[in-house]
């Protein structure tokens, strides 16, 4: 059995501000420890559960979080982008499960912690064939399109109740409990990477269960911006539609390609607006 890891990093037990989740932000040292903390009980589970290989993806912001000398000497790591996949690079080597692991909430979900999707400032909101997706949706759709089943999602209770939603079989483990975008009431850590090790563990004993997340073609990507301005600069890309003064659309029946559009509209808001590309 081989197993994909998407790491994150809003969703880990004890995250709750941006000041914990930007590269040379006060708590980010810390954080990345955390997080480096639940990726290593993500791997134990999986081995625990007889994995002979497992690619952890590291997926959030600049996408060069993790610690390696202190992860788990039997996992290997994609490190760095761009990279066409995004969040779910290495997914296409023949996996046969993967794990959403520190997740978060779509944008403008609930008050989930740090909601956002994608890129926290100016995305407002983004749907595929009319339903809100987070990135939880987006990445488990790209998941479905190889035909790899969502074995396991962590984060707060407000992406555990995206991911019941939209996954019906897949495990969750809720970690902490939002407040506010910017408050969390947590497990402590060590707790938080217990749950996780026995949830991956036996959500991959059951994996046959777990069926791959489908959506059926086209996919309609439509995008809610903040600013008429950024809507304004995407319709200039071959393909993209403007639906609303703030929002565009781009229809496709190849997912890879919508996933991919997405990423590349976010570097037109990025550009546009002379703001950091910092997301995910
Ligand atoms: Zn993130």
Same mark, same amino acid.
Request: glycine share 10%; net charge negative; charged share 25%.
């Given at each position: 059995?081989?197993?994909?890891i998407?790491m994150d990093?809003?969703?880990?037990?004890?995250v709750?501000?941006?000041a914990?989740?930007?590269?040379? %932000?006060?708590h980010?040292e810390?954080?990345?420890?955390l997080?480096t903390?639940?990726?290593?009980?993500?791997?134990?589970g999986?081995f625990d559960?007889?994995?002979?290989?497992?690619?952890?993806?590291?997926s959030?912001?600049?996408?060069?979080?993790?610690?390696?000398?202190?992860?788990?000497?039997?996992?290997?790591?994609?490190r760095?982008r761009?990279?066409?996949?995004?969040?779910?690079?290495?997914?296409?080597?023949?996996m046969d499960?993967t794990?959403?692991?520190?997740?978060?909430?779509?944008?403008?979900?609930?008050d989930?912690?740090?909601n956002?999707?994608?890129?926290?400032r100016d995305l407002?909101?983004?749907?595929?064939?009319?339903e809100?997706?987070?990135?939880?949706?987006?990445?488990?759709?790209?998941?479905g399109?190889?035909?790899?089943?969502v074995?396991?999602?962590?984060?707060?209770?407000?992406?555990?109740?995206?991911?019941?939603?939209t996954l019906?079989?897949?495990?969750?483990?809720?970690?902490?409990?939002?407040?506010d975008?910017?408050? %969390?009431l947590s497990?402590?850590?060590?707790?938080?990477?217990?749950?996780?090790?026995?949830?991956?563990?036996?959500?991959?004993e059951r994996?046959a269960?777990?069926r791959p997340?489908?959506?059926?073609?086209?996919f309609?990507?439509?995008?809610e911006?903040s600013?008429t301005?950024?809507a304004?600069?995407?319709?200039?890309?071959p393909?993209?539609?403007r639906?609303?003064?703030?929002?565009?659309?781009?229809?496709?029946?190849?997912?890879?390609?919508?996933?991919?559009?997405?990423?590349?509209l976010?570097m037109?808001?990025?550009?546009?607006?002379?703001?950091?590309h910092?997301?995910?």
């Amino acid at each position: 059995m081989k197993v994909h890891i998407s790491m994150d990093m809003e969703g880990v037990a004890g995250v709750a501000a941006g000041a914990d989740t930007t590269l040379g %932000a006060p708590h980010y040292e810390y954080c990345r420890r955390l997080m480096t903390g639940e990726c290593n009980a993500a791997i134990a589970g999986c081995f625990d559960a007889g994995a002979a290989e497992v690619v952890v993806n590291d997926s959030h912001g600049t996408m060069l979080n993790l610690l390696q000398e202190e992860l788990d000497e039997r996992a290997r790591v994609v490190r760095g982008r761009p990279k066409p996949l995004g969040m779910m690079q290495a997914l296409d080597r023949g996996m046969d499960a993967t794990l959403f692991i520190g997740y978060h909430a779509a944008a403008g979900h609930g008050d989930g912690v740090l909601n956002h999707t994608m890129r926290g400032r100016d995305l407002l909101r983004v749907s595929l064939n009319g339903e809100m997706a987070g990135e939880l949706r987006l990445n488990a759709a790209m998941a479905g399109w190889h035909g790899v089943p969502v074995a396991l999602v962590s984060g707060d209770d407000v992406v555990c109740r995206e991911a019941r939603e939209t996954l019906p079989g897949t495990g969750v483990v809720e970690v902490k409990e939002a407040i506010d975008k910017y408050t %969390a009431l947590s497990l402590h850590p060590g707790r938080a990477r217990q749950a996780i090790r026995q949830g991956a563990a036996s959500a991959l004993e059951r994996l046959a269960e777990i069926r791959p997340y489908r959506v059926d073609p086209p996919f309609a990507l439509r995008i809610e911006w903040s600013s008429t301005s950024i809507a304004s600069w995407c319709e200039g890309v071959p393909g993209v539609k403007r639906v609303s003064p703030r929002e565009v659309e781009y229809v496709s029946s190849d997912y890879p390609e919508v996933y991919r559009l997405l990423r590349v509209l976010l570097m037109v808001a990025s550009a546009s607006t002379g703001t950091p590309h910092s997301y995910d």
